[in-house]
């Protein structure tokens, strides 16, 4: 309907995602086939399955807008996004069932005011929950891996058994070298680092007593 894209004065939802947030290499669509069957959608597609495409088409068009999931509501932009005239996307919007079918306006955080679909909208959030997790995790991943080469670092270094067990110190440690030490963590150099650092955790307390081998 076109009455969609119009201004409104009612106080319009939250839209979530933020202008900012990113999907990189977002190739891959979440698409729930038994929930899309069921779908009053799937089903009004049947009697103008024009609609219907261009429906589906605003539904992954909107997965590479920002914010995600959402789209501009001016008749050009949408008209422009689908590759069409202005006058043929004039005459889709105005059938009674149309591509903005469920598409409703949503205030953004950067205040602009776009279009928002609940179906899209859960999509999106599932898609960046997903995202963040599996960032996180190899976030996780590379700080155990660097903490457990600065062990072996430490060993090697004359450090005792009972330092380099001690995941408390060295993640102390592993910070401390994240922020001060500069370059790559090779030696001499990062030795001369790690010396440094051992010297500022046993003045912060960080260090009980004399963790040197020797």
Not at 25 to 35: C, G, K, P, T
Not at 69 to 97: C, I, N, Y
Not at 200 to 212: D, F, H, K
């Amino acid at each position: 309907m076109v009455a969609h894209l119009q201004a409104v004065d009612e106080e319009l939802d939250v839209y979530p995602i933020s202008v900012n947030d990113r999907l990189d290499s977002h190739y891959f669509l979440q698409f729930n086939h038994d929930r899309y069957e069921r779908s009053d959608f799937r089903r009004k597609s049947y009697r103008d399955p024009e609609v219907g495409f261009f429906g589906l088409e605003l539904f992954f068009k909107s997965h590479g807008e920002a914010p995600l999931g959402t789209l501009p509501q001016d008749h050009d932009s949408l008209a422009f996004l689908l590759g069409l005239p202005l006058e043929k996307w004039m005459g889709l919007v105005e059938r009674k069932f149309n591509p903005l079918y469920n598409w409703k306006p949503v205030m953004c955080d950067n205040g602009q005011v776009r279009l928002a679909h609940p179906v899209v909208q859960e999509v999106m959030e599932a898609a960046l929950l997903g995202h963040r997790e599996h960032r996180a995790s190899n976030e996780d991943k590379a700080v155990w891996t660097r903490r457990k080469r600065l062990k072996e670092a430490l060993k090697s270094c004359g450090c005792s058994d009972d330092l380099c067990s001690d995941d408390v110190a060295v993640g102390w440690i592993d910070d401390w070298l994240s922020e001060h030490h500069h370059g790559q963590r090779r030696m001499p150099q990062f030795q001369v680092s790690i010396g440094r650092a051992l010297k500022v955790a046993a003045q912060e307390g960080v260090l009980n007593r004399t963790r040197m081998g020797h």
